[in-house]
């Protein structure tokens, strides 16, 4: 009988706090996971800014937090595929290809990702000169020459930040212009280790073992150019992976779920935790903070329930 108190949604460090929070408070907890238990963190070669953790690989962390739900009682189960979803009864229940699995509160934690440049070559050289998150890989790259792809805020701000660590930083657009706010443009112009290539795009990362250039296209003339870089962050935006619950949840125009201070979403008994979450900032730390709010409040749910069983 595949019943429980709650459902947690996603396994990365959001979904797996949860699952933690849960399974020691007694409570009946099932994680589903689409693929591997871990999520986004397991692409990350190194974390050296987790709280009180020396430098360990993504996979350790993860492996650690998985280990620890499973040792309080959280039931896994992973590379399974959610084919429906119904969270409006009291009784939500999830559809997919390994049966239905019954709560009455679920944690929303799918995260998302990244959004890519397709590229063959980007795949290869992930985690091995190539990020999508300056803010935790930004101190690895101390004195070298770094790419920066993209025009919005989130990559004119990551590309001062980096000015930080790196040696120089070359901004890469597609445009002949920016999409973000015109202080955050006049902050990069006017630091002297930024350089730009407008209206042009990455056509190929280069390197065997780790990344030492890529070839940049000017789109107007076709002319191509090799840049030399041992580190690459690519900055044009990201996708949560929200698209199961769609139309269950509220969700805002760039499809994350819109929740309040204790992870409520619009549907009673529904939380959210981690990335499929409408904020600012996506990290670790902060996908763990969401995990813990989203089991306490689930919690404090489950409870309310029992009181008032109407």
Do not use: W
Request: proline fraction near 3%; hydrophobic fraction near 40%.
């Amino acid at each position: 009988m595949n019943d429980f108190d709650v459902l947690v949604l996603g396994g990365g460090p959001a979904g797996l706090s949860a699952a933690i929070y849960l399974a020691r408070g007694k409570r009946r907890v099932c994680l589903l996971d689409r693929g591997t238990v871990g999520g986004q963190v397991l692409l990350t070669h190194a974390v050296a800014n987790y709280p009180g953790i020396p430098e360990r690989s993504g996979y350790e962390i993860a492996a650690a937090m998985r280990a620890q739900a499973v040792e309080f009682g959280c039931e896994i189960v992973s590379n399974v595929t959610i084919e429906s979803v119904d969270l409006r009864p009291d009784t939500k229940s999830i559809h997919t290809a390994k049966g239905v699995y019954t709560a009455r509160a679920v944690v929303l934690a799918m995260g998302g990702a990244p959004r890519t440049l397709e590229l063959e070559s980007e795949a290869r050289l992930q985690g091995r000169g190539i990020s999508y998150c300056a803010t935790c890989d930004g101190d690895f790259f101390q004195d070298q020459d770094i790419l920066v792809v993209g025009g919005g805020n989130s990559a004119l701000e990551e590309a001062v930040a980096l000015t930080k660590y790196a040696s120089s930083v070359t901004v890469v657009h597609q445009f002949d212009h920016f999409q973000a706010y015109a202080h955050a443009v006049a902050e990069a112009q006017n630091n002297h280790r930024i350089s730009f290539r407008m209206e042009s795009v990455v056509e190929e990362f280069v390197g065997d073992d780790t990344l030492t250039g890529a070839v940049i296209r000017h789109v107007p003339t076709g002319e191509t150019k090799r840049i030399d870089a041992t580190g690459a962050f690519v900055l044009i935006g990201y996708v949560p992976r929200t698209e199961s619950v769609a139309e269950c949840v509220v969700i805002n125009e760039r499809g994350e779920i819109v929740a309040d201070e204790a992870m409520a979403t619009s549907v009673p008994g529904v939380f959210v935790a981690g990335d499929a979450r409408a904020k600012r900032y996506r990290q670790i730390t902060t996908a763990v903070g969401d995990g813990t709010i989203a089991a306490l409040s689930a919690m404090e749910y489950l409870e309310a329930k029992l009181r008032s069983p109407a």
